[in-house]
């Protein structure tokens, strides 16, 4: 819920990145995913943050102008 430098990004100023986000939705995705499969239900926990991460990367992530998702919110520059 805090900006980072993210592992993989250029270090500067602390910004949310789109590609940590999405990776921090892939992992709660599947492990959501297994657990459903191996214990026959959700967690309802889960399913919240995994919708709350996607929300806020649609909400913030996303520049219409460049029709294309940035870096860090507020940044125009690509990914």
Same mark, same amino acid.
């Given at each position: 819920? =805090?900006?980072?430098?993210?592992?993989?990004?250029?270090?500067?100023?602390k910004r949310h990145h789109i590609?940590?986000?999405?990776?921090?939705?892939?992992? *709660?995705?599947? &492990?959501?995913?297994?657990?459903?499969?191996?214990?026959?239900?959700?967690?309802?926990?889960?399913?919240?943050?995994? =919708? &709350?991460?996607?929300?806020? *990367?649609?909400?913030?992530?996303?520049?219409?102008? &460049?029709?294309?998702?940035?870096? &860090?919110?507020?940044?125009?520059?690509?990914?």
């Amino acid at each position: 819920h =805090e900006p980072d430098h993210g592992i993989w990004e250029l270090r500067g100023p602390k910004r949310h990145h789109i590609h940590t986000k999405a990776m921090c939705f892939h992992t *709660v995705d599947r &492990a959501l995913a297994l657990h459903t499969l191996e214990m026959g239900r959700e967690q309802p926990g889960w399913l919240a943050l995994r =919708e &709350a991460i996607r929300a806020d *990367v649609l909400a913030h992530g996303y520049n219409p102008a &460049a029709n294309s998702f940035t870096t &860090a919110y507020g940044s125009t520059d690509l990914d």
